[in-house]
Nanobody
Framework: QVQLVESGGNLVQAGGSLRLSCAAS????????MAWFRQAPGKEREFVAS????????YYADSVKGRFTISRDNYVNTMWLQMNGLKPEDTAVYYC???????????????????WGQGTQVTVSS
């Protein structure tokens, strides 16, 4: 049974930092392209960042580029999102996603992902 569990969400002041984790089980983690998405209240879920199976390639939404860093360790079946310089507009539920596609292209398309976590809340106060 595939399971993705996010953790690390919290309430933080603007300008602060958080590190989100996504722990995977029931999968051969290194076979999956991984990504973070987020959904703010009243808005559609949007892409944040993705990372290739090997970790060599990364792709970021323009809104987080230069502030967020995605990483993974296939030996411990975990992905992270380091978030620095947080802004109130980063407030959202953050989801990790796993996809079996092999070509690292179009990774901001939600339909490519096969498995999703339950989400972790990030709240940034002004």
């Amino acid at each position: 049974q595939v399971q993705l569990v996010e953790s690390g969400g919290n309430l933080v002041q603007a300008g602060g930092s958080l590190r989100l984790s996504c722990a995977a089980s029931g999968v051969v983690f290194g076979s999956f392209t991984m990504a973070w998405f987020r959904q703010a209240p009243g808005k559609e879920r949007e892409f944040v960042a993705s990372i290739s199976r090997s970790g060599d390639d990364r792709y970021y939404a323009d809104s987080v580029k230069g502030r967020f860093t995605i990483s993974r360790d296939n030996y411990v079946n975990t992905m992270w999102l380091q978030m620095n310089g947080l802004k109130p507009e980063d407030t959202a539920v953050y989801y990790c996603a796993a996809g079996l596609f092999t070509v690292f292209s179009g990774t901001d398309f939600q339909g490519l992902y096969d498995y999703w976590g339950q989400g972790t809340q990030v709240t940034v106060s002004s």
